[in-house]
């Protein structure tokens, strides 16, 4: 099953969802390291693979809401309170946004360097900087708004793991495994549009 249903997500946003995750976290842990390396050629190499999974990340954030668009939203159980699910929507749609925020913070960073160096995407091609005049003021402003937000994002999908975590384990509703199975409802739990098709 490719695409969302009514009540279970697809291969194709649970693929979107875990991969820029796993990439997300590599960046975070990546992006750190490059702070604590003495050698200046090993951290230039680091922050060169730091830019071109940040462009990876940024053309996946960018299929990944486009899908998201193009495909129905499972619909929300009907345990969930309605205040629950919008909370739920909430974090999710922000995720999205922040998930192309962090890299476009990162990118008008290198643009705005006064080094100006270039940026070799994965070694195959140089990816131009956006169109933002070089200074020290606004590379300092840019790396800045760089470090809050991507730490704002780390927060957040915390916060989101540790609701997905709690469901899971606590509350024993199943609704983690919609996210890691194609097609995988919660278990006794339906939804509510499922509810109200049903009549009840």
Request: glycine residues 6%; without cysteine; aromatic residues 12%.
């Amino acid at each position: 099953m490719l695409r969302n249903r009514d009540n279970a997500y697809g291969l194709i946003a649970i693929l979107f969802h875990w991969t820029i995750a796993a990439l997300f976290v590599g960046q975070i842990l990546l992006g750190l390291t490059t702070q604590w390396v003495a050698s200046m050629a090993l951290q230039f190499t680091l922050i060169q693979w730091h830019k071109s999974f940040g462009f990876l990340i940024l053309a996946l954030a960018a299929l990944r809401l486009l899908w998201a668009l193009a495909n129905r939203r499972p619909a929300r159980p009907r345990d969930f309170s309605r205040a629950e699910w919008l909370a739920a929507k909430l974090v999710q749609s922000s995720l999205y946004v922040l998930m192309l925020a962090v890299p476009l913070t990162g990118w008008a960073l290198v643009s705005t360097s006064t080094l100006q160096i270039p940026s070799f995407a994965f070694n195959l091609v140089v990816v131009p900087h956006l169109p933002l005049a070089p200074s020290e003021a606004s590379e300092n402003f840019w790396r800045d708004v760089h470090w809050w937000v991507a730490y704002g994002t780390a927060a957040i999908a915390a916060g989101h793991m540790l609701a997905a975590l709690r469901h899971h384990f606590w509350l024993g509703d199943g609704i983690l495994k919609r996210m890691l199975q194609p097609g995988a409802e919660s278990p006794n739990r339906g939804t509510v549009k499922g509810q109200k098709a049903a009549g009840r």
